[in-house]
């Protein structure tokens, strides 16, 4: 989880695609993102970046830290509770610092770096030459070209990836259940792995690629089983299991690991 730490007491916010026993609105596409401003602490010798949000559903000042990115973050949950929003983190300075240490850090996506493929550690490595720009073999990725491009090509080649998987995947468990989407969006979001909206658009993380072949397929499952049933009911969960009899272990892995799929980025 998240560290983080409260001032006043808290309230719940979303639903947890990884949790059946939570239930509440129907999935919708991914939200507006509330108001967000950088800010700078020092934090043991160091300037560092604090996102600092508004979030009026909040009931209480938060301040965290990524496990997995080691971002900061803190949330006021009004305007004028802004102002102090900073006063608060600064005065966390310590818990911060203790969390940071834990952190393990953001993972570039270049030339030399492992990261996970279809649940599998793939090490990114130049070629002079080959089939594609961008291409996997074994537990290889290659990337051709300039080493300085490097990050941005395999962030395309993994989004091209997760869009044929995600699309493949999609229209088979859509099969299987009778019902079709009006479109599927990849997308790169922290808060939702999934969403489906009432105009029956489908939208992914395309981080998911990054994860074994059955988590994404849980997702996909549970994102076209709102098609049927826009609720989390029982009825629901038995059109999710019925498309991915590994649903519980899926669920496991996610809150497991899901956080650390957002540490490869291109920065």
């Known amino acids: 989880m998240t560290g983080e730490r409260t001032f006043r007491c808290g ?3 979303g639903t947890n695609i990884a949790d059946p026993e939570r239930t509440g609105k129907p999935d919708v596409l991914f939200k507006k993102s509330p108001p967000v401003r950088p800010e700078l602490l020092k934090i043991d010798g160091r300037l560092l970046e604090v996102r600092v949000r508004l979030n009026p559903r909040a009931r209480r000042m938060i301040v965290k830290v990524n496990p997995a990115t080691g971002e900061i973050s803190v949330t006021a949950p009004t305007r004028r509770g802004l102002s102090a929003a900073l006063d608060f983190a600064r005065g966390e300075r310590d818990w911060i610092a203790g969390q940071l240490a834990k952190a393990p850090g953001p993972v570039m996506l270049a030339v030399g770096a492992v990261i996970p493929f279809h649940g599998r550690p793939h090490e990114i490595c130049a070629a002079a030459r080959g089939p594609a720009p961008v291409w996997a073999d074994s537990d290889v ?13 395999v962030l395309d080649f993994l989004k091209r ?14 099969a299987r259940l009778g019902v ?20 029956r658009a489908l939208s992914f993380s395309w981080r998911l690629i990054l994860a074994p072949a059955f988590v994404l397929d849980y997702v996909v499952a549970h994102e076209v089983a709102h098609l049927r049933e826009m609720n989390h009911s029982p ?33």
């Not at 044929?164 to 229209?171: A, D, G, H, M, R």
């Not at 690991?257 to 291109?266: E, M, P, T």
């Open 141 to 153: 990725i290659w990337v051709r070209g300039d080493a300085t491009h490097a990050p941005r090509r």
């Open 235 to 267: 009825r629901f969960w038995a059109h999710v299991k019925s498309l991915a009899p590994e649903m519980n272990a899926a669920q496991a892995w996610l809150k497991a690991n899901g956080r650390d799929l957002q540490r490869y980025d291109v920065k």
């Open 161 to 174: 990836e997760a869009r044929k998987t995600f699309e493949s995947c999609v229209l088979d468990h859509a």
């Open 11 to 13: 309230a719940n916010c």
């Open 180 to 199: 079709k989407p009006s479109r599927i969006t990849v997308r790169d979001t922290a808060s939702r792995w999934g969403s489906c909206s009432s105009a």
